[in-house]
C-alpha cells in the first residue's frame, strides 16, 4: 500500500481565517484526490486531480476552495475565508487505486 | 450525479457468522467499486474492490459480488471476529476518478 502523509493532523481556527493542508505521497504519484469527513458522516468527494491539473470536482469545491501541488510532491487544499461549517477531517487519496491519508481534523470557531 | 445507497447501517453478528453490506449505484457508466473500513478516528481503509470486468472477488474471509445489470454489489465476510467491528463504507467510481461513497455500514462483532 502507498504511504502518504498528511500535515497537520489537527488545525484550529477561527472563522473567517485561512487555512492550508497538505498532503505529501512518499513517492511520485499522478493522481491526488481530496474527501471530506463531517464527524459521524460518510466520506464526500471534493476534487481530483491528474496530472498537475483538476479533472473533477464537486459542488463542495466551490471559489472557496483551491489546490495546489507547489514543488512537484507535496498537495494543497487551501480552504479561504472558513466557516463554522468546514469542521471535518480532510483526507487527501492517491494512485488511481485511491490510498487514504491519515487525515486532518479542521476544527472552525 | 452518481448516488450510491448501502445497507444496513447497522449489523450486529456473533462472532465466527457471516456479514453481508449490500450497495446500489445509480450510474451505469461506474467501473470500479472499492470498499473501505474505518475504524473509530482512522483513515479509510481500502480492504478490496473490483472491477466491472469481473463479477466475484475473494480475499480470505473477504469476498466482493458485483451485479452490473442490476447495479448492486455486495461485501461478504465469513467467519467474523470482533476486530472486524468498524464501518464499511461502499463506493462507486465515476468520472475524473470520483469515488461516491455510500453512507455506511456499523459492523458490530460481538465475541
Request: hydrophobic letters at 30%; glycine letters at 6%; aromatic letters at 10%.
Amino acid at each position: 500500500e502507498p504511504e502518504v502523509t498528511q500535515t497537520p493532523s489537527h488545525q484550529v481556527t477561527q472563522m473567517g481565517q485561512e487555512v492550508i493542508l497538505r498532503c505529501v505521497p512518499i513517492s511520485n504519484h499522478l493522481y491526488f484526490y481530496w474527501y471530506r469527513q463531517i464527524l459521524g458522516q460518510k466520506v464526500e468527494f471534493l476534487v481530483s486531480f491528474y496530472n498537475n491539473e483538476i479533472s473533477e470536482k464537486s459542488e463542495i469545491f466551490d471559489d472557496q476552495f483551491s489546490v495546489e501541488r507547489p514543488d512537484g510532491s507535496n498537495f494543497t487544499l487551501k480552504i479561504r475565508s472558513t466557516k463554522l461549517e468546514d469542521s471535518a477531517m480532510y483526507f487527501c487519496a492517491i494512485t488511481d487505486t485511491q490510498y487514504f491519508g491519515p487525515g486532518t481534523r479542521l476544527t472552525v470557531l | 450525479g452518481e448516488n450510491v445507497e448501502q445497507h444496513p447501517s447497522t449489523l450486529s453478528v456473533q462472532e465466527g457468522d457471516s456479514a453481508v453490506i449490500k450497495c446500489t449505484y445509480s450510474d451505469s457508466a461506474s467501473n470500479y467499486f472499492p470498499w473501505y473500513k474505518q475504524e473509530l478516528g482512522k483513515r479509510p481503509q481500502l480492504i478490496i474492490d473490483i472491477r466491472s470486468n469481473v463479477g466475484e472477488k475473494k480475499d480470505q474471509r473477504i469476498a466482493v459480488t458485483l451485479n452490473k445489470t442490476a447495479k448492486h454489489f455486495s461485501l461478504h465476510i465469513t467467519e467474523t471476529q470482533p476486530e472486524d467491528s468498524a464501518v464499511y463504507f461502499c463506493a462507486a467510481e465515476g468520472a475524473g476518478n470520483m469515488l461516491t461513497f455510500g453512507g455506511g455500514t456499523r459492523l458490530m462483532v460481538k465475541p
